[in-house]
């Protein structure tokens, strides 16, 4: 108060007579005032994953990916779960579907849906084995992984899974596939044949055996299908599992 009015005499000083008006005193005061009484900006909110901790950022992440991990096993075990899916669905091996064209000129086609139908339902049986895998490697996820998945593109989560667990995966599979196949006399005659024709460069390598065949697809439609749920929650954060989830996903989605 007292800085105010000394400043107030000192104009009232410098300024002629003819000009002293109290509002003019008033507004040249505000300015000389206005530097100091300016007070520094206070710092920006953090925007973005910046505002949440390291911590925080994997916890969530952790949420999601469990959920559509769980999401993914689960829509592909019940049953058509495979079978019923276009876009997962095993076919023929690529020889064999030379094959079935001739069958089904025969009226044989049977064979083929039959062969068809056993080789996904082996895949459904096969994919509960993923759970328990899965769920592991979300466990083991380091904040690392987690503020590059976060960042990375729509299926980064997926690569993530895929790098991590496919191997183990297949050796889970694999049992359950040939223990599936065993009751399908189709499969042990494909296989037999096929091992030959594989010899003589008739038949590729990867097609040979039936049960090999059937694990990996059942590997790639499972893959698939988290990618699928990875991608819906990036896209709508709001349907991820969990409070916190929810708002980094959000805050990834806005920046």
Known sequence: MMRRTLLLGM????????????????ARLNELEQPAATS???????????QFTAQEQTASLKQALTQG????VARLAKENGYL????????????????????????????SDELTTSMNRAAEAAVPEAKALLVDAVKHMTVGDAKGILLGGDDAATQYFRR?????????????VTQSMQKVGLARAYN???GQGAQLGLVNQDDANLEDYITRKALDGLFLMMAEQE?????HPLQAAGDLARKVFSAVRGQ
């Open 192 to 194: 037999r044949f096929a």
């Open 69 to 72: 991990a769980e999401t993914a």
């Open 40 to 50: 520094p900006s206070p710092a920006a909110k953090p925007s973005g994953l910046a």
């Open 84 to 111: 019923g899916n276009d876009k997962v669905r095993i076919p023929l091996p690529e020889n064999l579907q030379r094959a079935d064209r001739t069958l089904r000129k025969v009226g044989l086609g049977r064979y």
């Open 231 to 235: 991608k819906e929650i990036r896209a």
């Open 11 to 26: 104009l009232a000083l410098s300024m002629p007579v003819s000009a002293l008006d109290l509002d003019q005193l008033k």
């Open 164 to 176: 991590n667990t496919e191997t183990a995966l297949g050796a889970r599979f694999k049992p359950v």
